[in-house]
């Protein structure tokens, strides 16, 4: 490995990482550990603890004090968002080693973790502390005759909230999570991807140092169906917050209505991203590359549709082939690495399978189309042609540097086709014609769409799915609704 790693780095993945409740580092109730691994290698990187149902409930009753009787709801608003600046800080004092974390336990480029995953995850604590100040209720005039009243409303903490969370942005996810339900007062349990637990561990350290209280957050590491299940069923926790697959996200809605827990959801997508035929077209070459092979394509919103319109077809998509074939893979500590690993080896599975069904259907790939080396989990950035609408590799996601082309002829056919999808998480748009572009974003049914630009994201912008790509949205001042409640206060003078 021609990088040497931080220190702190090494001494962290040393020492067996055991759960955070209550302010203290505490071993599962059932002493379990599990290992995760290196992509690049497959070595065990780090030994876990594996928390379950059990050690989820020794944190949500920890959370439930630190919400009831803790310090935490007696700080004044201004307290609580230093505290979460402070974090945000902390994260960019320490952005060296939690790149690094982050690449030995996702397989990312360090290059990427260094100046997107780690640098935004504190800018979202940066914003989300301004909110803590600014949460407030209405007064609100009645209408009934005769009588005078004093409305208005409070807007409270939801409570203890669950938040579950995956492997593709592991610091950056709880960050999403984190920084609004800490700036809105609640007290959370977080269960990080069992893939990639390391870096929210870490957090928890600094959070600690930014002077959290014991019991605010707490971090339990463990498995989806055993510790992930059973903070979404728990009867105790007053919502859950879920960024997954749109199957586990199902079964959260079901395992919450229990106690009709609040849920939010940031789920899957298959992203139309449309160029047309006046689009300037480095940018549009470029903007298709870098929203399906960002990442490794590992993203929800990866733009895993390409739609050109019909003269501009074989350029543009012998353009991003070029870009693929250009794409160096390898370790992600490596300096000149562009694309890692998938995570896993489950990934590797799940995408070289539907790699085999679309050549099974019919697809062609006019560059890559299989597994790269026998060594770990790469997989070669791919475009496929000659798909039909129907396809496996046109309909689901496939979560992998994966994008199919297809052409289009004009606006309202690209409209009907971009929409027809389950999924509605974000849209991608290239052209010069600035009315043709608001015209199609009207139109378009998701929940974030980029003009001649693609993965943009900022704490600022409220981002999640319209239809089966979830509910709520993650960011922005709308997350805020998402975890506080309204009370209306009356009375009659
Ligand atoms: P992916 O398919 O991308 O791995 P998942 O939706 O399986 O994503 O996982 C996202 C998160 O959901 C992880 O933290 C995982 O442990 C958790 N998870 C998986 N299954 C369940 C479940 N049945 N209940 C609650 N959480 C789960």
């Not at 590992?298 to 549709?305: H, Y």
């Amino acid at each position: 490995m021609s990088v040497v790693l931080d220190k702190q780095v090494n001494d962290f993945i040393a020492t067996k990482r055991r759960l955070f409740i209550d302010g203290a580092w505490v071993d599962a109730a059932s002493g379990k550990t599990f290992d995760t691994p290196n992509p690049a290698t497959g070595e065990t990187l780090a030994t876990v603890a594996e928390g379950d149902a059990e050690d989820i409930d020794r944190a949500v009753r920890a959370a439930r004090r630190a919400f009831e009787d803790g310090p935490w709801g007696r700080m004044t608003p201004s307290e609580r968002g230093r505290i979460i600046w402070r974090i945000g800080d902390l994260i960019l004092e320490h952005l060296e080693e939690l790149a690094e974390l982050e690449t030995l336990d996702n397989g990312k480029p360090l290059s990427v973790a260094r100046v997107a995953d780690v640098p935004l995850a504190a800018d979202l604590f940066h914003y989300m502390a301004g909110w803590a100040t600014k949460i407030e209720g209405n007064t609100i005039s009645l209408s009934m005759p005769g009588f005078d009243f004093h409305s208005y409303t409070l807007r409270e903490p939801v409570g203890v909230v669950g938040q579950i969370i995956p492997w593709n942005f592991p610091l950056l996810m709880a960050a999403w999570k984190l920084g609004p339900a800490l700036a809105t007062g609640n007290c959370v349990i977080l269960k990080p991807a069992e893939q990639t637990p390391l870096s929210a561990l870490r957090l928890a350290e600094l959070m600690a140092e930014a002077g959290l209280p014991a019991g605010v957050v707490n971090v339990v590491t463990g498995f989806g169906e055993t510790a992930g299940a059973a903070l979404a069923a728990h009867n105790d926790v007053d919502k859950v917050a879920f960024t997954g697959s749109t199957e586990v996200g199902r079964l959260i809605v079901h395992a919450a209505a229990g106690n009709l827990k609040k849920v939010t959801l940031e789920l899957g997508g298959k992203s139309p991203n449309i160029v047309f035929d006046d689009a300037d077209p480095d940018a549009a070459v470029q903007g298709a590359a870098n929203a399906i092979f960002f990442n490794h394509g590992q993203c929800c919103v990866a733009g895993s549709r390409l739609y050109i319109q019909a003269d501009r077809f074989d350029d543009v998509v012998s353009g991003v082939a070029e870009v693929a074939r250009s794409i160096k893979l390898g370790d992600g500590m490596e300096p000149d690495t562009q694309m890692g690993p998938l995570v896993s080896d489950e990934q590797l599975r799940r995408v070289t399978g539907y790699l085999d069904a679309g050549r099974g259907d019919g697809a062609t790939a006019v560059v890559g189309g299989a597994r790269h080396g026998e060594r770990s989990y790469f997989v070669e950035p791919t475009v496929l042609t000659g798909t039909r609408p129907d396809m496996s590799v046109v309909r689901e996601e496939i979560f992998g540097p994966v994008v199919v082309a297809a052409p289009f002829q004009s606006l309202d056919d690209i409209a009907r086709v971009a929409n027809d999808t389950p999924y509605g998480l974000g849209a991608g748009i290239w052209t010069r014609d600035i009315s043709k572009a608001h015209a199609l974003a009207k139109k378009l049914r998701a929940g974030t769409v980029w003009i001649n630009c693609y993965n943009v994201f900022d704490a600022a912008l409220p981002f999640g799915g319209y239809k089966e790509s979830g509910w709520g949205r993650e960011m922005g001042h709308e997350v805020l609704e998402a975890y506080t409640e309204v009370k209306a206060v009356t009375v009659q003078l």
